[in-house]
């Protein structure tokens, strides 16, 4: 998931090191994400779920393994009544659009309490670029570029890496500089 959850939390209590912290809990998290163990992880972290209901980080992680077990319906029903509740806080909307799209669905196949800005890889990005690009003297990392765009987004459909390889097919509107083969240390500027 890519959309972090940011401000003050109503009526939550995060996990901390007094409410059963377990460490062996992350790391069999970690271990089973790593070895993409969808069912494993979705079981998991069910358990855990159910074991701290209000916590909204672990009700995240929760609809995450639904997302990766497929089940995108089960993913929707359980983020839309946290969305609703949440949703100034930029809430599930990562989950919301990545269950749709599961679902062969689009961001418009959603009631929103607030149309999210969802950045894809088309013209509007494009144009996105150009505006951040015309208030630079000089050029910039595409990691820069990248990190200016989407902290402005309520969700990014993309990776660095494609962005980069999609700006890289619109050399007409951008001048490249560095090792062009690779995103890392890659800098870009407007023609």
């Known amino acids: 998931m890519r959309q972090a959850v940011g401000g003050k939390?109503?009526?939550?209590?995060?996990?901390?090191?007094?409410d059963?912290?377990?460490i062996e809990y992350w790391e069999q998290d970690s271990?089973?994400?790593?070895?993409?163990?969808?069912?494993?992880?979705?079981?998991l972290r069910k358990e855990f779920v159910i074991k701290h209901p209000?916590?909204?980080?672990?009700?995240?992680?929760?609809?995450?393994?639904?997302i990766l077990n497929k089940k995108y319906n089960e993913a929707i029903n359980c983020v839309t009544p946290l969305y609703d509740k949440y949703y100034e806080?930029?809430?599930g909307v990562g989950q919301i659009v990545e269950a749709l799209a599961g679902l062969g669905k689009t961001e418009n196949d959603f009631n929103w309490k607030?149309?999210?800005?969802?950045?894809?890889?088309?013209?509007?990005?494009?144009?996105?670029c150009i505006q951040q690009l015309?208030?630079?003297?000089?050029?910039?990392?595409?990691?820069e570029l990248y990190c200016d765009i989407i902290i402005d987004s309520d969700y990014t459909m993309f990776e660095e890496d494609s962005f980069f390889y999609f700006l890289k097919?619109?050399?007409?509107?951008?001048?490249?500089?560095?090792?062009i083969e690779f995103c890392l240390g890659t800098k870009i500027k407007l023609r």
């Open 9 to 18: 939390r109503k009526n939550l209590k995060p996990l901390s090191m007094k």
């Open 20 to 22: 059963d912290y377990d």
């Open 31 to 43: 271990s089973l994400y790593e070895k993409e163990d969808w069912k494993g992880l979705l079981k």
């Open 54 to 66: 209000n916590d909204l980080n672990n009700q995240e992680r929760y609809i995450e393994a639904l």
């Open 89 to 91: 806080k930029g809430f």
């Open 114 to 128: 607030i149309k999210p800005k969802i950045l894809k890889l088309n013209k509007d990005i494009l144009e996105i």
């Open 134 to 143: 015309k208030t630079k003297k000089e050029p910039v990392t595409i990691n």
């Open 169 to 179: 097919t619109n050399k007409d509107l951008f001048d490249f500089t560095g090792d």
